[in-house]
């Protein structure tokens, strides 16, 4: 399997009291995982932290299991949802609260790794020049858009554009989407919440991207550069490289780095 060069940054913007955004770089690097609360500033910041640390200890538990990759994705997801559920029961004071979620995995026995995602937290692939969304946002304008009843760009303004379809956090949860992503060599993935894509178009995070190689280096960057224009959400970065060489992350770096084999 190719070496794995990843850092992640979370920073709660210039307009939020609060950073209701959680992460999860797994020291092995094997998973990775952002998820993106909502329900008020308590309920946002522990849906996100319970649906993160469900999905952890689960695939930590299980990851060395005969179980299949799609499987143990599916069962950590649907995890995380109960737990949420939980704890709205037990504090009907959060009981609106939600998070979205996206995780990447790199499993030995895998042709290539895999992602479970639900909400608009995204995965992106920047392979070469071109950079490619593999998640598809769980919200009512992007299927407007599939179904052509909008446009790509009067969708980027729409006042419903943040009005999700599916979130971990809901007892009619019905999509989970889970897929295979093929990789190669030089291969970089992005998982961000929707506080770096609102500000930053796809083509600016492939500049960022692809101009700077420490991936200590481009998380800080993007984050910057959403803050500049505009900072209205929490902004969370998680950035892998697939690489036959290692990266060295600058020293004295904010950032959470890694690098594993």
Known sequence: MLKRVFSGITDPGLLRSSNQDDYHLDAQGRFFIVADGMGGHAGGQEASRLATDAIREHLEKEWGSPEPTQRLLQRAMLMANRAILNDQV???ERADMGTTAV???FRDGDESPWCAHVGDSRLYRLRGPKLHQITEDHTWIARAVKENELTPDQA??????????????RTNLNRLDIQPIPTQEGDRFLLCSDGLTEELSDALISSHMKSIRACDN???????SAKQRGGRDNITVVLVALTMDQEVPDSGAVTDTG???
């Open 90 to 92: 037990e504090h009907p």
């Open 103 to 105: 995780v990447l995995t």
């Open 156 to 169: 980027r303004n729409h006042p419903w554009r943040h009005v999700l379809s599916q979130c971990l956090g």
């Open 218 to 224: 481009a998380v800080k960057a993007l984050v910057e």
């Open 259 to 261: 690098f594993v084999e």
